[in-house]
């Protein structure tokens, strides 16, 4: 009895690892319907020699549509800003002070998604396509997803406004290069934009307390 229920655990298991890898986006997770996705864990032994992807760090302007491997989308967005000391909850990106301020926020053609580093997990923030608001250009749209970097000022809450509006964009920057490393060492097409629609974006998450920066399409090479 124990050996059957373990079987069929085994195979559930993998039957919902195979459709995650499928398609990344669209299946529920298994988190109750709420539609958030738990990223893989990162291979920490991958990618090319440091010296070699600085040799191969660019923009891309032309994009492929078809969907990002899961295993990529989840070493990129812990490439950008993820946890890479828990002991000390500490970020792949420095930030100034340690605010930690800038969000991760993915845009696919079914949903908008918020990166929670802490959980290794992308949350659904809301439904439909938003990359077209966005990003005003077509060529870009071809890109499944588009990371929007977005400073959450509500973690910046000692600064000076002045202060403010200097180290967030800093911040932002290391984001948007571990963005551009990760990319090259993987072989995927990035561009950092910062031609997008700024309100519109902030209106599609509910910005209320933050500044939208940088976006990010990203797809396959
Ligand atoms: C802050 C920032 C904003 C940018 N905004 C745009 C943009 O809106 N559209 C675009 O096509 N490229 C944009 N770029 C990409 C630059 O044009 C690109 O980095 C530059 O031409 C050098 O090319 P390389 O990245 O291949 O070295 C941006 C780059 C940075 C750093």
Not at 27 to 43: M, Q, R, Y
Request: net charge neutral; hydrophobic share 40%.
């Amino acid at each position: 009895m124990k050996v059957k229920v373990l079987i069929i655990t085994a195979l559930a298991l993998a039957m919902s690892a195979v459709s995650f890898g499928q398609n990344s986006f669209t299946v529920d997770a298994g988190d109750g319907g709420t539609g958030n996705l738990v990223l893989e864990p990162c291979e920490l032994g991958g990618g090319m020699p440091f010296m070699e992807v600085l040799k191969e760090r660019k923009s891309n302007r032309d994009f492929q549509p078809a969907e990002i491997e899961s295993r990529l989308l989840s070493g990129l967005l812990w490439a950008a800003n993820g946890i890479n000391r828990p002991g000390e909850n500490k970020r792949t990106a420095p930030s100034s002070r340690n605010s930690q301020e800038i969000d991760i926020y993915v845009l696919t053609n079914n949903g908008v998604y918020l990166y929670m580093p802490e959980d290794q997990q992308v949350k659904k923030v809301r439904s439909g396509d938003s990359r077209k608001t966005v990003i005003k250009s077509d060529k870009e749209m071809n890109a499944p997803i588009v990371l929007l970097l977005v400073a959450n000022y509500d973690k910046m809450k000692g600064y000076e406004t002045a202060d403010r509006d200097f180290y967030a964009p800093l911040d932002c920057g290391y984001v948007s290069q571990n963005i551009y490393l990760y990319c090259a060492s993987e072989h995927l097409r990035t561009v950092a934009m910062g031609n997008i629609d700024r309100v519109a974006a902030a209106k599609i998450l509910g910005l209320k307390n933050g500044k939208v920066m940088l976006a990010h399409p990203v797809s396959m090479d």
